[in-house]
């Protein structure tokens, strides 16, 4: 495991959980959120953004979190591991209404400077509908990559165990 995918809906705790496998294993950690988000909540290009991912992948060894799905299967052609946190929707949507109120008008650890925590309504229901519309799309990439250590963690005891079993 040196080329770690973290994916799964917001508020499934990807970049906590990238945190942590940093912490068991010392590979670099590398939030898309951070480098996707310009301040304000600027985008980059495509190309531009094509860019910074490509360079990402470079690194012999890295873990990287968070789905967005135009890098996703350039992503996966590079990594050797994925990790899809897939927790109901009622975990994420709670988690993502904490994260913001927790952070409220400040920027969060995991996110490029001068984006601020907000509410967003489009968002939550985002969020709330991943399951419905994101998941089949996932399962379908995660079908081209069968050659893939894939880890499907379906809760807080399954995200346990496993960073468990990898400090043994």
């Known amino acids: 495991m040196k080329r770690v995918l973290v994916i799964g809906s917001c508020g499934a705790g990807k970049s906590t959980f990238a945190r942590r496998l940093h ?29 910074t991912v490509q360079e990402l992948v470079k690194n ?28 109901p929707r009622v975990v994420c949507t709670w988690r993502i209404l904490k994260r913001m109120v927790t952070y ?8 490029a400077e001068g984006c601020n925590e907000r509410f967003d309504w489009d968002f939550l229901k985002y969020v709330w509908n991943f399951p ?13 990559f069968k050659e893939k250590k894939v880890f499907h963690l379906r809760s807080n005891g399954a995200v346990e165990q496993f960073l468990s079993e990898l400090e043994k």
């Open 23 to 51: 912490r068991s294993t010392g590979l670099k950690v590398f939030h898309l959120d951070r480098y996707y988000h310009l301040p304000n909540w600027e985008q980059p290009s495509d190309e531009e953004w094509f860019e």
């Open 60 to 87: 012999p060894e890295w873990i990287i979190d968070g789905n967005f799905g135009g890098t996703m299967e350039f992503r996966m052609q590079h990594c050797d591991t994925v990790i899809w946190l897939d927790f």
């Open 104 to 111: 409220w008008n400040r920027t969060r650890p995991d996110m």
């Open 132 to 144: 419905k519309d994101r998941n089949p799309a996932l399962e379908a990439r995660l079908q081209k």
